[in-house]
T-cell receptor, first 115, second 111 residues
Framework: AQTVTQSQPEMSVQEAETVTLSCTYD???????LFWYKQPPSRQMILVIR??????QNATENRFSVNFQKAAKSFSLKISDSQLGDAAMYFC????????????FGQGTRLTINP | DTGVSQNPRHKITKRGQNVTFRCDPI?????LYWYRQTLGQGPEFLTY????????KSRLLSDRFSAERPKGSFSTLEIQRTEQGDSAMYLC?????????FGSGTRLTVV
């Protein structure tokens, strides 16, 4: 079974600074997708960024970028120019390319932005 | 397209009662998922529908839980004889092969 591990329960960063959230995963599949989701206190899970495992190029979405190391099974999220609205729980998630394609989530990292 | 809608937002029930939650997915999405999220944890998969067919169920889904998606549209999740351990956020997500959209969830409290 696939597993996702987020080893940082909490992180904090000064507004306008850069922060990196860590994620590792375990799978025997060769084709899969990785995601970072944000869950603000209002609780709706919002997709931040998506990475296809077959793509070597790291995904970027404005201030958000990932460092995808397939051999190491590592998938970290970098948030540049942190803003107060970035404060939330961040979940790393894995999705296989076959079958139910359900998301397997990590335990989450609570990100605090200090003004 | 108003996103994924879940009702009710909150439900407080007494132990032993039955509860039913509803999820209205985005209309063109054929995949629908239910997840359970307890405080401070990531969501855990419960069950998956492809159109109206329930194709996978987690072993977390005991006999007291049942889910339906009639005609491949909205879905319901019913919990019979609720227990205190059922207290959690129940999330619904719908999507296509590209990605999934989550609803705001139903928070269940069993007292």
């Amino acid at each position: 079974a696939q597993t996702v591990t987020q080893s940082q329960p909490e992180m904090s960063v000064q507004e306008a600074e850069t922060v990196t959230l860590s994620c590792t995963y375990d799978t025997s599949e060769s084709d899969y997708y990785l995601f970072w989701y944000k869950q603000p206190p209002s609780r709706q899970m919002i997709l931040v960024i998506r990475q296809e495992a077959y793509k070597q190029q790291n995904a970027t979405e404005n201030r958000f970028s990932v460092n995808f190391q397939k051999a190491a099974k590592s998938f970290s999220l970098k948030i540049s120019d942190s803003q107060l609205g970035d404060a939330a729980m961040y979940f790393c998630a894995y999705r296989g390319a076959q079958g139910a394609q359900k998301l397997v989530f990590g335990q989450g990292t609570r990100l605090t932005i200090n003004p | 397209d108003t996103g994924v809608s879940q009702n009710p937002r909150h439900k407080i029930t007494k132990r032993g009662q039955n509860v039913t939650f509803r999820c209205d997915p985005i209309s063109e999405h054929n995949r629908l998922y239910w997840y359970r999220q307890t405080l401070g944890q990531g969501p855990e998969f419960l069950t998956y529908f492809q159109n109206e067919a329930q194709l996978e169920k987690s072993r977390l889904l005991s006999d007291r839980f049942s889910a339906e998606r009639p005609k491949g549209s909205f879905s319901t999740l019913e919990i019979q004889r609720t227990e205190q351990g059922d207290s959690a956020m129940y999330l619904c997500a719908s999507g296509t092969n590209y990605g999934y959209t989550f609803g705001s969830g139903t928070r269940l409290t069993v007292v």
